[in-house]
């Protein structure tokens, strides 16, 4: 039994870093299609040996220490910059960074994740068109507790050649972060004040 055990997590551990692999150098973002891919990628079933999703966040951690450290760096400085002057078009709406720029494992793929708060999306359409912005509407699913999973407004479009995900939230989640899909805690969101003060 043991044996079967350091086995299975030996798999876990393999599966982990080829769909961190797979993240990084793809930009796959489905953490379920990652483990996936990797399961096949590796000959083995995906029903079995699966890595959590926080296992697969810490082997991208590591595979960017290991193979990209440098390149990690700087492309967090330069979207954590994009990042604010994006945040200073809705500062209306108390924008808020989150996602792997957050987390600290933002890949070449990796959109900038802003949380703005507005009960009606169409002020949020509006000004994008003002400012001659083009974008995509669609709604990104997130899950608020562990019961409750809403579909949100979500406006993709690109400012100063980065990719921008634009979450319009109702303001009861300004205070109540919805829960990330790696661990299930509470997303961790950065306000522009922190950013400003960090950049100096």
Do not use: W
Request: a positive charge; hydrophobic letters at 40%.
């Amino acid at each position: 039994m043991a044996k079967k055990a350091v086995r299975s997590q030996q798999l876990r551990i393999r599966v982990a870093q080829q769909a961190a692999r797979l993240i990084a150098e793809h930009g796959i973002r489905d953490y379920q299609l990652a483990k996936r891919k990797a399961a096949e990628q590796l000959g083995l079933d995906p029903k079995h040996s699966m890595p959590r999703n926080d296992e697969i966040e810490e082997a991208l951690r590591a595979y960017q220490q290991l193979f990209d450290a440098e390149n990690t760096e700087a492309r967090l400085e330069n979207l954590r910059a994009a990042a604010i002057d994006c945040m200073q078009l809705f500062t209306h709406f108390n924008p808020l960074l989150a996602g792997r720029i957050v987390q600290g494992t933002a890949t070449a793929h990796t959109p900038i994740t802003l949380h703005i708060f507005c009960e009606n999306p169409r002020v949020i359409a509006t000004l994008l068109m003002d400012k001659d912005i083009e974008f995509d509407a669609s709604e990104k699913r997130l899950r608020i507790n562990n019961e409750i999973h809403n579909d949100y407004p979500c406006f993709l479009f690109n400012f100063k050649g980065h990719k921008i995900e634009l979450l319009v939230l109702p303001h009861q989640l300004q205070r109540q972060a919805p829960l990330s899909k790696e661990n299930a805690r509470p997303m961790k969101r950065l306000n522009l004040n922190y950013l400003l003060a960090q950049s100096v």
